[in-house]
């Protein structure tokens, strides 16, 4: 299913299609602002100028993101102002409770929501692209009369 992956010291990622990008994240691990910064590289990487809609899998995993890695993943990585969407796969109370508590604090720029499967996630990013692809439509639309 996977077009092209890359696998980094703390996480595989992954290119589904177009903009849709699967990072799934090493059992255990303590994610700082280095490893973002490296996820980042590969989100970049594998989207290929496309806006990006992030699928995250945290299911049978025990994460932890540093304070710094949170707000740099929030609003001040590059990427930010390409990501319509990012998709959390929780299987996990502990997990959901952080997530939340992500979500609360560092107001993403982008849609982030919490989902118990990845075929859900995925139904609401594949959403959340067709609607802007419409929007995009109207807009030109617009600028055409």
């Not at 992954?14 to 994240?25: A, D, H, K, P, V």
């Not at 700082?32 to 989207?47: G, P």
């Not at 952080?98 to 594949?126: D, G, Q, R, Y």
């Amino acid at each position: 299913m996977s077009e092209k992956r890359i696998v980094l010291n703390c996480a595989t990622v992954e290119n589904l299609s177009q903009g849709f990008i699967r990072i799934i994240y090493n059992k255990h691990e303590m994610i700082n602002l280095e490893d973002v910064k490296e996820v980042e590289k590969a989100y970049i990487e594998l989207s290929e100028g496309e806006p990006i809609y992030s699928i995250m899998l945290t299911t049978g995993r025990s994460l932890k993101f540093s304070d710094e890695a949170q707000k740099f993943l929030a609003n001040e990585a590059e990427i930010t102002e390409r990501m319509h969407g990012s998709a959390i796969v929780l299987d996990n109370l502990a997990i959901r409770l952080l997530t939340n508590f992500f979500i609360k604090v560092f107001k993403p720029k982008f849609p982030t929501k919490m989902f118990k499967s990845e075929t859900a996630a995925l139904a609401w990013l594949e959403m959340l692209k067709e609607n802007y692809e419409v929007s995009l439509l109207l807009k030109n639309d617009k600028k055409e009369k």
